[in-house]
């Protein structure tokens, strides 16, 4: 066995420690692993941190309340009790359901109805819960900024609610949903305009109400670059069906196998989004045709199908393809169960702006000769794309 098997590899437990016993101390370590641990270990204050999920594990509320986090959410009766037995000093949000999302992942299952909104806060006040605002969460990548602004007054109404059973109402959360990549930054602004207005009309200034957001995508989705290589290829013959079940028409058609899946970093497909539109890194000879092409994950999996129907110039084996805006719902939540490698990430960072965040942090500025003395030229995979030739700036890898 020498070789297999390590001392490390094991819990050595007392003779007669049973798996319940066992089964104990797992869990309570398991607690200090809650989100809101890793949020404290970067400096986050207490008070600063909302623990937002709307199904709450037991042990993760009790966690908040030894370390002093006191705002989160309830939207039914069950999270409302365990966080009355576990959280007595909790400062709850009541988190209210949109009338409709016209998001693509839209939160049907959460929130609640304004007719249960009354019942709720008053269960909440039997049991000596304290509910300071209200919350809403439309759904991420949420398309509609009118929806925004119903919601807007309906948590109004549910304000008033509170207010009636002498609540000290104070918060609004607005939740996530605000578009992420760069291209969409109009209607980010649209978005913002509209729920603004909103604001004015239900929730004006001086009203006394701390408006607050959680967005997710926002801030990450533009953040990263996915590079993923072609590691097979299938052509399909002219009137042959298809990857799509259809003939493939005059021309051939090509299936290429990728890197990584939709069990991986391409689980958007699946949950979220189509796949964002490939780039590719070599230039392609303008006077090469283009063929009806498709991606798949690795070999193995029939329905890991990535995209379909893409008009690219013929790929070879070991190219790369380029894909931006991959940094929300992909790479976080993509599993090694499928397969597929977990991408290498590669973060880069201009000098100046490290000069920025040391400065940010209280740290005085490094001496000039502490520096090194060359700094990366960095350059992104669609300027790669549009510049010919350049020779690649990443590792074979994933992430950039
Ligand atoms: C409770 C909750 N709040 C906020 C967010 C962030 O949403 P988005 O990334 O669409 O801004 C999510 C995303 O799943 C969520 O579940």
Redesign the pocket.
């Known amino acids: 066995m020498n070789g297999y098997l390590d001392e490390s590899d094991f819990r050595m437990v007392e003779e007669g420690f049973t798996t319940r016993d066992l089964l104990e101390n797992l869990l309570v370590e398991l607690c200090q692993t809650a989100e809101i641990a890793q949020v404290r270990s970067i400096g986050v204050p207490a008070d600063k941190i909302f623990y937002?999920?709307?199904c709450k594990q037991v042990a993760h509320i009790k966690y908040a309340a030894s370390h002093g986090v006191q705002l989160m959410t309830f939207d039914n009766e069950v999270e409302l009790n365990k966080v009355a037995r576990s959280h007595p000093r909790a400062r709850m949000l009541l988190g209210i359901a949109a009338d409709f999302s016209p998001s693509p992942?839209p939160?049907v299952t959460?929130g609640a109805t304004l007719t249960s909104c009354r019942h709720l806060l008053e269960m909440a006040k039997e049991q000596a819960v304290e509910v300071v605002g209200i919350s809403f969460?439309l759904?991420?990548?949420?398309l509609d900024p009118q929806a925004f602004a119903q919601s807007v007054a309906k948590a109004q109404l549910a304000f008033e609610m509170g207010t009636e059973l002498g609540y000290r109402m104070h918060i609004l959360d607005i939740?996530?949903?605000?578009p992420?990549p760069e291209d969409t930054r109009a209607r980010f602004e649209e978005t913002a305009a509209v729920i603004n207005s909103a604001l004015d009309l239900y929730f004006p200034e001086g009203c006394g109400v701390e408006v607050v957001a959680?967005?997710?995508?926002?801030y990450v989705t533009s953040a990263f670059t996915f590079a993923a290589s072609i590691t097979t290829k299938e052509e399909v013959p002219p009137g042959q069906p298809g990857p799509e079940e259809e003939e493939s028409g005059s021309k051939k058609s090509i299936v290429y196998h990728l890197s990584d899946g939709i069990y991986g970093s391409f689980n958007c497909v699946l949950f979220d989004s189509p796949c964002p539109r490939p780039l590719l890194h070599k230039k392609p000879c303008p006077d090469h045709p283009s063929y009806s092409s498709s991606l798949r994950g690795p070999p193995g999996h029939a329905e890991d199908r990535i995209a379909d129907g893409l008009e690219l110039p013929e790929l070879q084996v070991g190219d790369w393809l380029i894909f931006k805006d991959m940094g929300?719902?992909t790479i976080t939540t993509s599993s090694p169960l499928g397969g597929c490698p977990q991408p290498q990430i590669n973060y880069a960072m201009s000098r100046v702006a490290w000069e920025a965040v040391q400065l940010f942090q209280g740290k005085p500025p490094q001496a000039e000769e502490d520096r090194e003395s060359v700094c990366t030229p960095l350059s992104c995979g669609w300027e790669i794309a549009e510049t010919l030739c350049v020779p690649p700036v990443f590792t074979p890898t994933g992430i950039i």
């Open positions: 937002s999920n709307p992942l939160s959460f969460h759904g991420s990548h949420c939740g996530g949903g605000f992420g959680r967005p997710g995508r926002y929300a719902y």
